[in-house]
């Protein structure tokens, strides 16, 4: 009788065992999956961000060129063209084929939205409309790199 309580006990602690076990794999991988998720969540929101403050860029950029081609809507002579544009705040250059107008809005405090306008014949085009970095880059050639000559010759 003696032995099968020994038996009985040793079953109920094996499977004490198991259980905390599993529960302990359980939390384990509760834990796994929320930090996961707080993670995703996290880069979900910077991308939104992102996106956004471009497409608020691009909104100022499209306002912008209106502004310009109302200004700009009866103006033939270039360097008025020019004069006109600077004190809206953009710039322009006189090409062979009309004249050039570039503008920047900023997107964030390291990058902007660059816009270039064509204007000919008092046809606004857009030619480019990119990204630009506002940080300079700073390049370190001052390192001894080895000319493939051993220093011993």
């Given at each position: 009788?003696?032995?099968?309580?020994?038996?009985?006990?040793?079953?109920?602690?094996?499977?004490?065992?198991?259980?905390?076990?599993?529960?302990?794999?359980?939390?384990?991988?509760?834990?796994?999956?929320?930090?996961?998720?707080?993670?995703?969540?996290?880069?979900?929101?910077?991308?939104?961000?992102?996106?956004?403050?471009?497409?608020?860029?691009?909104?100022?950029?499209?306002?912008?060129?209106?502004?310009?081609?109302?200004?700009?809507?009866?103006?033939?002579?270039?360097?008025?063209?020019v004069?006109?544009?600077?004190?809206?705040?953009?710039?322009?250059?006189?090409?062979?084929?009309?004249?050039?107008?570039?503008?920047?809005?900023?997107?964030?405090?390291?990058?902007?939205?660059?816009?270039?306008?064509?204007?000919?014949?008092?046809?606004?085009?857009?030619s480019?409309?990119?990204?630009?970095?506002?940080?300079?880059?700073?390049?370190?050639?001052?390192?001894?790199?080895?000319?493939?000559?051993?220093?011993?010759?």
């Amino acid at each position: 009788m003696a032995e099968k309580r020994h038996k009985k006990t040793a079953g109920i602690g094996g499977a004490l065992i198991l259980i905390i076990f599993n529960v302990l794999t359980i939390t384990v991988f509760s834990v796994l999956t929320l930090v996961s998720s707080q993670n995703e969540l996290s880069m979900v929101n910077r991308s939104v961000e992102a996106a956004t403050t471009y497409y608020n860029a691009e909104k100022e950029a499209a306002v912008k060129f209106s502004k310009i081609k109302t200004a700009l809507s009866n103006v033939t002579d270039n360097e008025e063209i020019v004069k006109i544009t600077s004190e809206i705040g953009a710039n322009a250059n006189i090409m062979i084929d009309g004249v050039e107008i570039s503008f920047k809005i900023s997107i964030d405090e390291n990058r902007s939205l660059l816009t270039v306008v064509n204007i000919n014949d008092n046809n606004f085009e857009i030619s480019s409309q990119k990204i630009v970095s506002e940080n300079e880059f700073i390049i370190d050639d001052f390192i001894d790199v080895w000319d493939g000559l051993s220093p011993l010759q």
